[in-house]
């Protein structure tokens, strides 16, 4: 029994006749009943009443076309839900760093969810290098990141935007030069276990830039709270996609040196999910382009 012989029952059930189902499935009027006939001698049961001349589908094979109908399309996507076929995938673990959380992640999920409604979508936000073992473990189905050191050869790592270091003050604070601003206000430090973090700490160091330590934070979105409170002034990314307390804050340039994180999605190159995965990064590109015609002066 192949699946062609499935194919043919079904061509005859929706087309009426013999001779119009071997238009459908491209063979001669004879060979679509020698396929019945193996077909009925298969399965050990008689699926057409041959009384008349016309032979027609009997109760049995009435009842028996769905069946067919749910082999062949089952046949037909049996590697869909392992290339990652959005129709076939009941969930999507994604991973990603907390500065996304409250802009370019929920936007860019509902857009996705708006494309595949039945899809269900299961946030992870840790810090970038957490998110690259998890990937690495099979844990997450992707990461929205920043740009690990290196990539092994067992992941795909696919940027989508640079974001600049910039000097982040409240709005109060008029002065215009950074290193001014640095050497007198008090400074806020991102986690040095974070990629953004490590970046600031080595643009310190390589300026010889002197910082009075007020506080450090575990996370971006509790730092720029922090900063647009006036309790403090930071080294941090200007984000693609701002919430509303990082959007009212100033961002000051931190000149020709300045150095920027690059965020992007990690898969695994054996990722299941990767078709799912390219549909979302399409959604976070237009987020990100939105937010960036938005931000225009």
């Known amino acids: 029994m192949t699946i062609s012989l499935f194919k043919t ?23 679509v009943g020698q396929q019945m006939k193996r077909l009925e001698d298969s399965l050990g049961v008689k699926l057409f009443d041959r009384s008349e001349k016309t032979p027609r589908l009997n109760q049995l094979g009435r009842a028996f076309v ?10 037909d996507t049996i590697l869909d839900d392992l290339t990652g076929d959005p129709r076939m995938i009941g969930e999507l673990i994604l991973g990603a760093v907390p500065s996304t959380i409250h802009g370019l ?12 409604p039945d899809l269900h979508i299961r946030i992870v936000p840790e810090l970038s290098p957490r998110l690259l073992e998890l990937v690495e473990q099979g844990v997450l189905d992707a990461a929205v990141m920043s740009e690990p050191l290196r990539v092994q050869d067992n992941l795909n790592w696919t940027p989508f935007f640079e974001e ?14 950074p290193r001014k601003i640095l050497a007198t206000m008090p400074y806020i430090r991102h986690t040095r276990q974070a990629s953004v ?7 310190l160091s390589t300026q010889k830039v002197k910082v009075n330590d007020a506080m450090e934070m575990g996370s971006l979105e509790n730092l720029a709270s922090m900063v ?19 959007r009212q804050l100033r961002k000051i340039s931190l000149g020709a ?3 920027s994180r690059t965020l992007g999605i990690l898969t695994r190159a054996d990722c299941s ?12 590109e237009t987020v990100v382009a939105q937010a960036a015609e938005t931000e225009k002066p």
């Open 105 to 116: 992640i929920p936007k860019a999920s509902k857009r996705l969810l708006q494309l595949y």
């Open 164 to 177: 600049e270091l910039v000097l982040l003050t409240a709005r109060e604070v008029m002065e215009t030069d």
């Open 197 to 203: 973090g490590m970046l600031a700490e080595e643009w």
């Open 257 to 259: 040196e300045a150095p």
């Open 273 to 284: 999910k990767l078709r799912l995965v390219e549909k979302l990064l399409e959604q976070i």
């Open 9 to 31: 029952l079904i061509a005859i059930s929706e087309s009426g006749s013999f001779s119009a189902a071997a238009e459908t499935v491209c063979v001669t009027h004879a060979a």
């Open 66 to 75: 769905p069946k067919a109908k749910a082999v062949v399309f089952a046949y």
């Open 228 to 246: 647009a409170h006036n309790l403090g002034v930071s080294v941090g990314p200007n984000i693609c996609v701002p919430d509303p307390i990082f």
